[in-house]
């Protein structure tokens, strides 16, 4: 091929040339593009969860510092358990001596049904401790009994649920790297063997209508169910009653204590609110007559009618006897929650399941070993049986009798328990054998005082 042919044939065919150098440079282009895309994903990716980290911390953080609102009503949303699997709820007030000689700041459950039941998260909440309960067997190993599980709802308002008999494994994975608070030997009045708890902090959010976990009942030796689960909530935001000297109790959520079931509303309170009460699951035997309701089905509901459905804890009221008393101030170092759960302490109150009656709960100091809780019918004249709340300084010596024993059975019947208001603060009892009688006096006083 000639010069002139050479030049002839580039003249003619210089596009192809052209086109091979722009298929390598698209090659090229399009792989620093993919490269760069494939950078910008991985940046994308990063962006995004750090993006959704953020938005869960700062809703982790919004659900923590949340203000609470001025009416806590309708706080809760979903039900943290379904109310057909209650057969009962136990108001606050409870009295149960010497365990529980103050009324309890907590509700109990009872159930009729054997199966595991569901629970769930209340609101959006984040879950702030979990504590481990544990029993120690014969050869001295604890092993795990249920959870202890916090929830802080907004700012200031917590509440504790207890027991977990299992949680989620999401729950269990958010401990399992964290360092455990742990003390063992606990001893209370009202368990026979040794308790060990682990508690750990945390900040785990969770949403309304979560699955939390399980509880399940325990089948007593007499076939009764026992459902191990109790329920508290705590306003922090509100002053503790004034009438009230808090220097007698180390439990500060005692001071605060409201009723759970009111942060709920509509139809949601009124499914628990039915069920605030007392469940039988035998014949039922009046207290002061005697007389005894037959149960054929094997299970009867009293309801609790007085207001408030859900109880009353803190009951002291000022310048009369009616309260709770103590035989002295509480060792700082005892964490049982307050002196009362010593087995000290003396309460005349009222009861939980019916609060038109009285009661007076004795945790052990008075003389002849006794201690239980007696009921009886508030009268608003004389010295017999008075209503505690119009009892006061005067100078009389009030008697109260024990022929109604609120459980247990009735081997104290025969005794009664007197009183007297020194001051304010001061107060003294005795219990000696036989009926009430219009004058008493008190030969061999024991001191209280709040």
């Known amino acids: 091929m000639d010069a002139q042919q050479k030049k002839s044939f580039f003249k003619r065919f210089w596009w192809i040339g052209f086109l091979g150098i722009a298929a390598i440079a698209v090659v090229v282009i399009v792989m620093n593009g993919s490269k760069f895309s494939s950078n910008s994903?991985?940046?994308?990716?990063?962006?995004?969860?750090?993006?959704?980290?953020?938005?869960?911390?700062?809703?982790?953080?919004?659900?923590?510092?949340?203000?609470?609102?001025?009416?806590?009503?309708?706080?809760?949303?979903?039900?943290?358990?379904?109310?057909?699997?209650?057969?009962?709820?136990?108001?606050?007030?409870?009295?149960?001596?010497?365990?529980?000689?103050?009324?309890?700041?907590?509700?109990?459950?009872?159930?009729?049904?054997e199966g595991r039941i569901p629970l769930y998260a209340p609101a959006d909440a984040v879950i702030t401790s979990i504590l481990i309960d544990s029993v120690q067997d014969d050869q001295g190993t604890y092993t795990p009994t249920g959870y202890v599980i916090s929830y802080t709802v907004c700012d200031g308002v917590v509440l504790d649920f207890a027991a977990y008999t299992d949680v989620i494994q999401p729950i269990k994975d958010a401990i399992a790297n964290l360092s455990p608070s742990c003390t063992y030997?606990?001893?209370?009045?009202?368990?026979?063997?040794?308790?060990?708890?682990?508690?750990?902090?945390?900040?785990?959010?969770?949403?309304?209508?979560?699955?939390?976990?399980?509880?399940?009942?325990?089948?007593?030796?007499?076939?009764?169910?026992?459902?191990?689960?109790?329920?508290?909530?705590?306003?922090?935001?509100?002053?503790?009653?004034?009438?009230?000297?808090?220097?007698?109790?180390?439990?500060?959520?005692?001071?605060?204590?409201?009723?759970?079931?009111?942060?709920?509303?509509?139809?949601?309170?009124?499914?628990?609110?039915?069920?605030?009460?007392?469940?039988?699951?035998?014949?039922?035997?009046?207290?002061?007559?005697?007389?005894?309701?037959p149960n054929p089905s094997g299970g009867m509901f009293i309801p609790r009618t007085v207001?408030?459905?859900?109880?009353?804890?803190?009951?002291?009221?000022?310048?009369?006897?009616?309260?709770?008393?103590?035989?002295?101030?509480?060792?700082?170092n005892d964490k049982s929650g307050n002196i009362a759960g010593t087995g000290q302490g003396l309460a005349i109150v009222h009861d939980n399941l019916n609060p038109?009656?009285?009661?007076?709960?004795?945790?052990?100091?008075?003389?002849?070993?006794?201690?239980?809780?007696?009921?009886?019918?508030?009268?608003?004249?004389?010295?017999?049986?008075?209503?505690?709340?119009?009892?006061?300084?005067?100078?009389k010596v009030y008697c109260y009798d024990t022929r109604s024993k609120s459980w247990g059975d009735q081997s104290t019947a025969g005794q009664k328990i007197l009183v007297q208001l020194i001051d304010s603060h001061h107060l003294i009892a005795e219990n000696k054998s036989g009926s009430c009688l219009a004058e008493e006096i008190i030969s061999t006083p024991y001191q209280f005082e709040r």
């Open 185 to 293: 030997g606990i001893e209370k009045s009202e368990h026979e063997k040794a308790g060990g708890q682990c508690g750990y902090q945390l900040s785990y959010p969770v949403t309304a209508g979560q699955e939390i976990g399980w509880v399940q009942a325990i089948k007593r030796s007499e076939g009764e169910l026992n459902l191990p689960f109790e329920i508290w909530a705590a306003n922090y935001n509100e002053p503790a009653p004034s009438q009230t000297n808090w220097e007698y109790y180390n439990d500060d959520r005692y001071a605060h204590i409201i009723c759970l079931f009111d942060l709920y509303t509509g139809d949601l309170k009124k499914q628990y609110e039915q069920k605030f009460g007392r469940w039988e699951t035998g014949d039922y035997k009046d207290p002061f007559t005697g007389t005894i309701t």
């Open 307 to 332: 207001e408030p459905l859900c109880g009353q804890v803190d009951q002291d009221v000022t310048d009369t006897i009616q309260g709770m008393w103590f035989s002295q101030k509480p060792d700082n």
């Open 356 to 395: 038109t009656l009285g009661v007076v709960s004795i945790g052990g100091e008075l003389t002849g070993a006794l201690d239980g809780s007696f009921l009886f019918v508030p009268e608003h004249e004389g010295t017999v049986n008075r209503e505690p709340s119009e009892v006061t300084a005067d100078g």
């Open 41 to 113: 994903e991985a940046i994308n990716k990063k962006e995004i969860t750090e993006k959704q980290t953020t938005k869960s911390n700062n809703t982790l953080q919004s659900t923590i510092n949340k203000p609470c609102p001025a009416n806590l009503s309708g706080i809760l949303t979903y039900p943290f358990m379904e109310s057909k699997y209650i057969a009962a709820l136990t108001p606050l007030g409870n009295i149960n001596p010497p365990g529980h000689t103050s009324p309890v700041d907590h509700v109990y459950f009872a159930t009729t049904y």
